[in-house]
């Protein structure tokens, strides 16, 4: 009796997988069909069909694409000395806000991760988590007021004579290391909760000061996991565009992008591969020294 | 670890000077959302929850919140999906061209809002001739959550040994079987936390969202974006941020439970239990 | 089970070369996306007006579509007014090309653009009772009417204006030098509000034509190349002294009231919402035609209707509501400009408000330039002005 309750349920699911059993690439077909069919066909394709205007041009009154083959978006680039100066403003502030964080969220992360109590580290992870769920915009508009010149922070600083940052590339600056933060703390957390006490205890008992078992045993181990989280603050300030338009008049590349975008795509989509290439290379080196590890 | 008394202190403080940091505007946010004066003067003049009854009782805004849900949810749905199946080729097997999913799947998130919004808004209206709507944003939140969802299954995948896999196997279970009974209970908690994580990205999302939405659908970011400069309207905004961050304690808080809950059979190497680590594998 | 695991670069290489070769097969062979080429006066207007599809969406200006007028418009013709507001020309043709709307309130530096793009429909103003009350000087104008085919009702016109705070911007300054000339300017370092746009450029060239005559300006949109640089030179001056570019009508208004800006290019609509917030802010008088010496660029709008719209008829409906002649005399005195429609003279609250803003004036308008498309083709016979792809590429540079 139990054996034929066995031999009927042994149809459709049981049959199929049969099917896949032991049929390795099989198994990794099906499931990697789902989501590298929608990732390479769909976004990879979609990104291909819109960097390829690159190498078009447009009509200047009807905005219509003129399909044929033209360098001239990249001479554009290459030759109007504004547009090296946009991409170094923000590849520059994007690597002055990784730093910043890093610098940051390094203590956090290590308090967190070696010396908070249980409670304490619970506490902390939802008190860092809960800032990602308030919105980005109100967030930037919060600072927006804060810098503003009548706002909270001259208003604190006035009497004792400093004077906030005002709106610019300080404001922009400060902003991003404020909301990519989180960001950054969360795989440094995770990454130097990885590294076993055992091995802590060990470089100490060899006679190592705690800045020396930092440096050589915290730092490298935990480096990659640094990496992983300069990953967001680097590509997320990279690409950002309402920032910059809201606490500064300084142009990044999003806003070049964003006011291309709409009137003379090719010429757009030409700046964009300059993030696309920076962000892969960025990509790359990270995977190098072990980011993907810890991502 | 053996710090110094001053070293604890110093570290205290460099805590507490970064979570003040994290803080302060957000409870700037909170105080403007109380702030009598509707052009938010500073220091407010005087105190009102005026603004609470007003962003309940504005339409515009109810709806967009809905809308957000039903975009977060079914985003959340497909990547969880996606990022589960992805999860479990990477992890468990070897093939050619394994490392680069890892990659291919952080793109959608590393690459600029702009261009990911153009190229799929693109592809809809022009090639595919597909009006925008709550779909399309939909297929774009779904793109870029999927490394959430992965991120968080690949390292819970790799802490199970997969020796449980194949003991299941060996006592007959095909290979459905094994995944309900013994991989999935597994990576429950993991797929949980990168869920809610997703959620909370698709939630929040403007730029995206801004290059593929319908003309008639807001969601909530978008209806923020659009009141932001409304002289009218901001204190509202402020309210509804301010309820925005107060629901979401609990799923922030469902998520860390979940993920805490998670210690027994992982057989993990790594530093002592309490928080599991995949809760917080980041966006 | 375990098998090789395969070069994952190499893997890579393979995926980005195949994309490669597909991106350049795609460029060379000029495939993928439809676009849509000049539709031109060959497409028929609508011949019949029909019953109210229930709904119409639009495109505007802040403070051109308010509930003061939109919800008895709702209520008379059953159409619910989805509204989309827009801060800049571009932004409009942005929009008007994702083919989701039924109309735009086009000014000068759009309204050639959309109906090249073949984004928007010839109008059939007998459809439009109110029509033939409108302003002559309104009606079969360069922008608004192509190839003798009209393509829009107008809706109003007014001049940027000066606006300074009062408190702050002393004397009151009665030309554009506070903005341009570095010495004045410089007195309000970062304090300079100036509207992001490549057309403000119209601006700085309307200045040169007062101030340096010898350049030949005539039409600040029909610019050859060196007249283009003096005033791309001049914003490049200013551009040290700016506070903000703004883009946001509401934006501006926060500048001002928090005190980040003191001095900047305007419309009406921010300056009475500043007035009623209480912050002293001050415009060129009435007495000065509420424009600077050297005048001021303008605008005059249109509304349009989308080719294909999905709501003809409610659109057609709206068209003839907004010029209305007590709702166009509603519309004019909540924005501040002069009304399109003679008749709203008599309904304006104010009984002078058509004389101070000039609306039935056309000498007076001689001083304001409306927004424009800058073509290479401007009339002088060489063909050598420029055209707009510079002006969008050139305030990119100003802006730095």
């Known amino acids: 009796m139990a054996s034929e309750a066995v031999a009927e349920r042994r149809s459709a699911g049981h049959r199929l997988a049969g099917l896949f059993h032991g049929r ?24 291909a069909l819109l960097l390829v205007a690159a190498f078009w041009s447009v009509d200047p009154l009807s905005g219509a694409t003129i399909k ?62 809960l800032p990602l769920w308030s919105s980005y915009l109100v967030k930037v508009y919060a600072w927006r007021t804060l810098l503003s010149a009548n706002g909270a922070i001259n208003w604190a600083l006035e009497p004792i004579g400093l004077h906030g940052p005002g709106y610019g590339i300080t404001a922009v600056w400060l902003v991003m290391s404020y909301l990519w933060l989180p960001y950054m703390i969360l795989p440094i957390y995770a990454g130097l909760e990885r590294i076993p006490n055992s091995l802590i205890s060990a470089s100490e008992d060899l006679g190592a000061s705690p800045f020396t078992t930092f440096r050589r045993v915290i730092l490298p181990l935990s480096f990659p996991a640094v990496v992983a989280g300069s990953i967001f603050t680097f590509s997320l300030t990279l690409g950002d565009y309402i920032t910059p338009r809201l606490v500064s008049n300084d142009q990044f590349i999003g806003n070049v992008i964003f ?12 700046l964009a591969i300059v993030p696309i290439v920076v962000t892969i290379a960025y990509l790359l080196v990270a995977r190098r020294l072990g980011a993907f590890e810890h991502v | 670890m053996r710090l110094s008394r001053r070293s604890r202190w110093l570290l205290r403080a460099a805590v507490a000077v970064g979570l003040a940091f994290i803080y302060v505007p957000l409870i700037v946010i909170v105080i403007y959302a109380f702030n009598s004066s509707k052009i938010l003067e500073w220091p407010p003049p005087s105190f009102t929850t005026h603004w609470f009854t007003q962003a309940f009782k504005n339409e515009a805004a109810r709806e967009a919140f809905f809308t957000s849900l039903k975009a977060g949810v079914a985003a959340t749905a497909i990547a969880l999906t996606l990022g589960t199946l992805a999860s479990l080729a990477v992890a468990r097997h070897r093939f050619f061209g394994r490392e680069t999913i890892s990659f291919l799947v952080i793109l959608p998130i590393a690459l600029p809002g702009i261009v990911t919004g153009v190229a799929i808004s693109n592809t809809f209206t022009q090639v595919l001739e597909v009006p925008l709507s709550l779909f399309t944003v939909i297929v774009g939140h779904a793109t870029f959550c999927i490394v959430i969802v992965y991120n968080n299954a690949v390292a819970r995948l790799r802490r199970l040994s997969d020796s449980f ?29 990168g869920g809610l994580l997703a959620f909370a990205l698709s939630f929040d999302e403007i730029i995206v969202t ?29 309210a509804v941020a301010v309820l925005v961050i107060l629901i979401s304690i609990i799923p922030v808080y469902l998520a860390h439970r979940l993920g805490a809950e998670e210690g027994g059979a992982t057989g993990g190497r790594g530093a002592g239990g309490g928080v599991e680590t995949e809760a917080t594998a980041v966006p | 089970m375990r098998r090789r695991d395969g070069n994952p670069a190499r893997t890579a290489w393979l995926v980005v070369a195949g994309l490669v070769v597909f991106m350049l097969a795609l460029a060379g062979c000029g495939g993928g996306g439809s676009d849509t080429t000049g539709g031109g006066s060959s497409d028929e207007a609508l011949q019949k007006l029909g019953k109210g599809e229930g709904e119409v969406s639009l495109i505007s200006w802040a403070g051109y579509v308010e509930p003061g007028w939109s919800k008895p418009f709702e209520k008379k013709t059953g159409c619910k007014v989805n509204n989309k507001e827009a801060g800049t020309s571009d932004e409009m043709v942005e929009l008007m090309k994702t083919g989701q709307y039924d109309g735009v309130s086009a000014s000068g530096n759009a309204t050639a653009r959309l109906v090249a793009a073949g984004l928007v429909a010839p109008v059939n103003t007998d459809l439009v009772p109110n029509y033939k009350t409108v302003f002559s000087d309104l009606k079969d104008q360069p922008y608004n009417t192509f190839e003798g085919v009209n393509y829009g009702i107008p809706h109003g016109r007014g001049a940027n204006l000066l606006m300074w705070n009062g408190d702050d911007v002393k004397p009151a300054p009665d030309s554009w030098d506070v903005m341009f000339d570095p010495k004045i300017a410089s007195k309000y370092k970062g304090k300079i509000s100036v509207y992001d746009e490549s057309s403000y450029i119209a601006d700085a060239a309307m200045y040169l034509k007062y101030h340096q005559p010898d350049l030949g300006i005539e039409n600040p949109y029909e610019l050859n190349e060196e007249q283009f640089n003096a005033a791309i030179d001049l914003l490049k001056e200013q551009s040290a002294n700016v506070g903000e570019y703004w883009s946001e ?4 208004i926060s500048a001002f009231a928090g005190g980040d800006v003191t001095v900047g290019t305007t419309w009406q609509y921010q300056y009475f919402a500043l007035k009623e917030e209480g912050v002293p802010v001050q415009a060129s008088p009435a007495s000065q035609g509420f424009l600077p010496k050297e005048g001021a660029t303008g605008w005059s709008d249109t509304w349009m209707i989308a080719k294909n719209a999905e709501h003809p008829n409610c659109m057609y409906e709206w068209m003839n509501w907004i010029i209305e002649p007590k709702v166009n005399a509603e519309v004019a005195e909540w924005f501040g400009e002069a009304p399109a429609q003679e008749l709203a003279c008599k309904e304006t ?28 083709d401007c009339g002088n016979g060489e063909e050598d002005c420029k055209d707009y792809n510079d002006w969008v590429k050139a305030w990119t540079t100003i802006k730095g």
């Open chain 1, 24 to 47: 390795e690439r099989l198994q990794v077909g099906a499931l990697l069909a789902g989501p590298v069919g929608w990732l390479v066909i769909g976004y990879l394709g979609s990104l």
């Open chain 1, 68 to 129: 044929e083959f033209t360098l001239e978006n990249f001479e554009a680039l290459v030759n109007e000395p504004v547009y090296r100066d946009i991409i170094w403003r923000t590849v520059r502030t994007a690597l002055l806000v990784t730093l910043t964080d890093a610098v940051i969220a390094f203590p956090i992360a290590f308090y967190m991760a070696k010396l908070a109590s249980r409670r304490g580290k619970a506490l902390l992870v939802i008190g860092i988590l």
């Open chain 1, 259 to 270: 006011s291309n975008v709409a009137n003379n795509q090719p010429f757009a989509a030409a």
């Open chain 2, 165 to 193: 896999e194949e003991a299941s196997a060996d006592l007959g279970a095909h290979t459905w079987q094994t995944f309900r009974y013994v991989t999935f209970p597994g990576m429950r908690s993991a797929l949980i936390a």
């Open chain 2, 210 to 238: 801004n290059f593929t939405i319908g003309a008639g659908e807001q969601t909530l970011p978008i209806w923020i974006y659009s009141n932001l400069f409304r002289p009218h309207e901001l204190p509202i905004v402020n």
């Open chain 3, 249 to 252: 009508a509401a934006k501006q």
């Open chain 3, 349 to 376: 609250e104010n009984k002078n408000f058509c004389a101070e803003y000039h609306a039935e004036e056309p000498d007076f308008w001689k001083r304001v330039y409306y927004w424009e498309t800058p073509l290479a």
